[in-house]
């Protein structure tokens, strides 16, 4: 799929949990991370949303976080990916920041510039991607 | 309304389905596109949104996805606008790429610079504006 | 907690309401305003959220809206602070707009050029941070 979405992870859903309007998606990643999504009830039924389908989960770069420190505290964003930060890349106002999980998948956040200088941002920092499960889009082969 | 939402879609109400906490609205467009918007129940009672309502769909840039090509794949997202290219403006960072609908709509996109070049977006090119139905906020005159 | 988002309130939950797979959490700031959060269920149980309880409510800068004047519109966003402008730092194609709460917090919107423009936004006029109660994540301290 050809997608502006920066975020494009391959995976398998593991669970799917359904409400009256919405429903949540785990979707497993090969590296063994679990990315949750929550889509509406009607894109399960259209889509077929089942455990053990193959799916891609798209999130944009807007969307996510990048946590440095958690000073103690949890946080309600289903999706926290830790890793190693593998670039910054600097604009005028935003900045891109590449997060390499362990498992081999990339996460690409945008950020501004001040977070980055704030945060003191840089290649080799541990670093902790985190997006709402709202924020992710699934993707099945029809 | 003055609003920094790049995105501001005149509609009316076609359906309102309602949920323990949250709501799906589906807006008509003028042009026979639908919009469907994801917003809490409480709002659907405090706006009076209802079927025939004349309603504002605000959505913000960065929440569009542009795809060229769904090479296979259908996907969650509720909103999902096949337009043709009108405008791409580059920053440093990031691009804003316009969307013009067959309807006479016109939605903008702000996608990375990265982005643009990988998907090769051009002017006049075919692209599909994606975006969830969480993105969208509605508006009602009061 | 170092984290990119902007935007990091204290505030003390004043309000739970729990669905089928999704909950609204309401935040009262120290100035007396109210935000409002859209988070799981799952995410209520895992930090205990429940009412008294000291959090923190993060909020991206683009997923912020800046409204200069309704023109007898009223919007389904759940949060929507209204406050005066203390800043507006300009970039290539974005712009980040600094918005001063009476209550002595701050918001900070990322919003494109073109909108700076069309609403003339300028230091010292009121206008209104909207935002989605989806875009609301929580902190707990552990």
Redesign the interface.
């Known amino acids: 799929?050809?997608?502006?979405?920066?975020n494009q992870f391959s995976g398998t859903i593991k669970e799917v949990?359904?409400?009256?309007?919405?429903?949540?998606v785990h979707v497993g990643l090969k590296g063994g991370e679990t990315i949750?999504?929550?889509?509406?009830k009607?894109?399960?039924e259209?889509?077929a949303?089942e455990t053990g389908k193959k799916v891609?989960a798209?999130v944009?770069?807007?969307?996510v976080?990048?946590?440095?420190?958690?000073?103690?505290?949890?946080?309600?964003?289903?999706n926290q990916l830790e890793g190693t930060i593998t670039d910054v890349?600097?604009?005028?106002?935003?900045?891109?920041?590449d997060i390499a999980l362990p498992g081999g998948d990339k996460i690409?956040?945008?950020?501004?510039n001040?977070?980055?200088e704030?945060?003191g941002?840089r290649k080799g920092q541990t670093a902790t991607a985190?997006f709402?499960?709202?924020?992710v889009?699934?993707?099945?082969?029809?």
């Open positions: 799929m050809k997608a502006s979405a920066r949990i359904i409400g009256a309007v919405n429903a949540e949750v999504a929550s889509i509406t009607e894109s399960v259209n889509l949303i891609i798209l944009k770069a807007p969307q976080i990048v946590v440095t420190d958690f000073g103690g505290y949890r946080i309600s964003a289903r890349k600097h604009g005028a106002v935003n900045t891109e920041v690409a956040a945008t950020v501004t001040d977070s980055v704030t945060l941002l985190v709402k499960a709202g924020a889009i699934l993707g099945v082969q029809s």
